[in-house]
């Protein structure tokens, strides 16, 4: 059985330069004759797009099959422009033969046979039918980021498929087998092959090559643990006054530092039409359609001029030799101001510049902007945080700026269940990615704002599991509204530590979602498992409904509840918070228009004063920041 697909011939042709279709038949056999098939290919082999219109032309999701074929991926804005992009290259509108469903956004048909989604998606859809019987194939990407969910979707796929292949050898069932892809850019295969819990039986692994080009990494001479905005808006400003064209993608740490950062840029390096804020959206999409694997890293797609440092090798077999930043020493390390503009000199490439900001709560139209090819003379600079790391593919990037640094999920009291979101230094794989950014079509080069043995010494070889960083109250919950009753025998990739499900399991215990003697759920327990925030301030929120006798102030303490489990949920918005755990200093507040950094650090202590203020005359941290909730609301309705 094979679905034909009619493509274009400047379709067809990109799509057979990339590593991946030469091993169609290899890894289609190894769908066919499997229950489970991992796939392990690298940055640039076209994997995210081309396996799910693989398993398309084979037949699954059409009338050859009963279900569809899913597809998930860790990031919202990775599911929506890979189904675009797949659904180009099938030639078909977007929400027919290819749609995706993310939060608060959906585009599918009724005849839709490849479903994009975020494994939270995913996750939902387990919890109404555990069988997950509308889906012939899941395709798990990205695996190598541990999320989560993906965690927890993997471990029930591992019992899933087994019950789905015993159900399928009777007719009556009406169910049919269930097929899994796991996919990785940087898994070690050995960490899910070698895992009895996962698979009784080894499953096939399918390695493809990855196209590339030599990336040169240029490691700094020393490491700025504290001014990092100030040293990636040096290092761009250099880069941009004295290297051929090419784009230039730097990775920094939240929101806040993006647009800091992109309104610095544009202030400093844009002239005339190119200074325009580059969030409007305005410009027309259009990124050369089908040159590699658009969906899969967030890359380079093209590069027309020669690599001017050669073609040294790379760093982990991917790239060029590791160098010093000896080679821009004729690029300023620093400039005569923290704000200044960057001074033409006589020889300099002279290029005007397209700021383009891009995170993960950006609108879907100011995202676009980051795949349009910018104007003539002008080069392209995104200032991306981790979304950009994998999963999508910028068009143009040469240069790569890596500040080692993310926002990472810590636990900040085992006993609260309260985490929150702090900067920390990435881990080598992390690292590997991002300068794999700047080598997806031609040579390229990646600027690291930290010293070779800083990173030998600090650098973790792998970034931990979620798992590992999470309460485990949610994670609980979940798998018993879904029929899991003892969260300890549950395969899970990473086991967690069996201290951390007990204490979990006693916490729900008390807030009455499992029952104390059976451990079996609760009716409250499968309301909470509902609400999108953990089972602590869920109840909360129904316990504002169930005890308010009256009807006049029910929505005052509906209110009040749903803002408390806001603040509880998420890292303080008043307090910019600074880690400075093993002296690294890590400043997770960006300076705004016209600040130093050491300006921002003296404004940090008085934030933090004014706080400890306002938390001690109201009682502690969430009445104060309810107080200043209440000033807010009061002063919109004046």
Known sequence: ????????????????????????????????????????????????TQIPQFLYEAGYGTTRTRGQVGVTQPRRIAASSTAERVAQELGSRLGDVVGYQVRHDRKLGSGTAVKFMTDGILM???????????????????????????????????????????LALDPKSGVEELKLLIMSATLSSKEFVENRRLFKDPPPVVSVPAKRYPVTVHFSRRTEMHSYLDAAYRKIAAIHRKLPNGGILAFVTGQREVMYLAKRLRRNLCKGEAAAPAESGRREREFDPFDGDAAEDFSSEESDSSDIEGDGGGEDGQSGGEESDSDLEELPGTLTGPGEAPREEEGGVKLDAVIVPLYAKLGHEAQTRAFSRPPPNCRQIVIATNVAETSITIPGIRYVVDTGRSKQKTVKSVDSGLSQFEVDWISKSSATQRAGRAGRTGPGHCYRLFSSAFYNDTFPQHSLPD????????????????????????????????????????????????????????????????????????????????????????????????????????????????SDADGGGLVAKAPTDGETESAVEEDDSLSKGSLMALSQRHGSDVFAIMAVLRAYEEEAEE
Not at 30 to 46: D, I, M
Not at 131 to 157: A, C, M, P, Q, W
């Open 124 to 166: 939902r859809e387990l919890q109404e039918d555990a069988l997950l019987r509308k889906y012939s194939v899941i395709v798990l990407d990205e695996v190598h980021e541990r999320n989560l969910n993906t965690d927890v979707i993997l471990g029930f796929l591992t019992r899933i498929i087994p019950l789905r292949t015993r």
């Open 467 to 578: 798992i590992s960083n999470t309460p485990l109250e949610s994670v609980v919950l979940q798998l018993k509204s879904i029929g899991v009753d003892k969260s300890q025998g549950f395969p899970f990739p990473t086991q967690p530590n069996p201290q951390s499900l007990s204490r979990a399991e006693r916490c729900l215990k008390l807030l009455g979602a499992v029952d104390a003697e059976t451990g079996h759920i609760t009716p409250l327990g499968g309301y909470l498992a509902k609400f999108p925030v953990n089972p602590r301030h869920a109840r909360m929120i129904v316990a504002s409904v169930a005890m308010c006798e009256s009807r006049k102030l029910l929505s005052k303490c509906l209110r009040a509840a749903i803002a408390a489990a806001a603040i509880l949920s998420f890292e303080n918005p008043v307090a910019h918070q600074r």
């Open 1 to 48: 059985f094979v679905v034909r697909v009619s493509r274009t011939e400047e379709i067809a042709k990109c799509r057979l330069q990339l590593p991946i279709c030469a091993m169609e038949q290899e890894i289609m056999e190894a769908v066919n004759y499997n229950s489970v098939v991992l796939v392990c290919g690298e940055t640039g082999s076209g994997k995210t």
